[in-house]
Every structure is written in structure tokens, then in C-alpha cells.
């Protein structure tokens, strides 16, 4: 019915770079804000970055002036772009979109199923 699909995870240098990329398909009627979560072992899961559809961004202290949030309206794709890659960073980092499925009225969350990021030191 509806798919989120992340891509772009991998194994990085500490001080490197990745980007992340997350595609909604399906019977979506209308995307509402998308984010990214991230959860290291043995914690709980917490927000990364956000967005709404018209382009407001918000960030965890741990990640601002290191990571961006951007999303293409068109494709449906959401995307973290990721510098300065530190160790603590290393987790599966989930997309989160709220999104309207055709033919219903209510928005719901919907989740990925996660992409690995390893930094290394």
C-alpha cells in the first residue's frame, strides 16, 4: 500500500560524510512532515532531523551545524545529508513520513525499516 524505502547507509571514516535518502510510494494522497530518527544499540530511538512540507527544518542539538534536512516535493523523497561524521553517530538511522493514504481523510505515520551508519574512528 505504502512504502518507505531509505538508502545510503554505510560504513564512514569519523569526520566524513554520507547521505541518507528515503522514498515514499504507494496510494499517498498527501506527505506531511518527514523526518529522521536514529537509534544506537542499546538506546532508544530519537529524532535526528524533521521537516515540514513547506520546507521548515528543525534538529537534535547533537546534529545541528553537521547535518541537513532537505526533501523534494515531486519525488516524495526526503534526504539527511550527514558531515563531520562522528563515532556517536553510528547507528540505523529510520524515515518517518505522516502522510494521508488515498482515500481515507486522517494522516498517519508511517516508518521505514532503517539504514545502518557506522562511523569509525
Known amino acids: 500500500q505504502v512504502q518507505l524505502v531509505e538508502s545510503g547507509g554505510g560504513l564512514v571514516q569519523a569526520g566524513g560524510s554520507l547521505r541518507l535518502s528515503c522514498a515514499a510510494s504507494?496510494?499517498?494522497?498527501?506527505?506531511?512532515?518527514m523526518g529522521w530518527y536514529r537509534q544506537a544499540p542499546g538506546k532508544q530511538r530519537e529524532l535526528v532531523a524533521a521537516i515540514t512540507s513547506g520546507g521548515s527544518a528543525n534538529y537534535a542539538d547533537s546534529v545541528k551545524g553537521r547535518f541537513t534536512i532537505s526533501r523534494d516535493n515531486a519525488k516524495n523523497t526526503v534526504y539527511l545529508q550527514m558531515n563531520s561524521l562522528k563515532p556517536e553517530d553510528t547507528a540505523v538511522y529510520y524515515c518517518k513520513a505522516e502522510l494521508v493514504v488515498a482515500g481515507l481523510t486522517v494522516g498517519m505515520d508511517w516508518w521505514g525499516k532503517g539504514a545502518l551508519v557506522t562511523v569509525s574512528s
Open positions: 504507494g496510494r499517498i494522497s498527501s506527505l506531511k512532515d
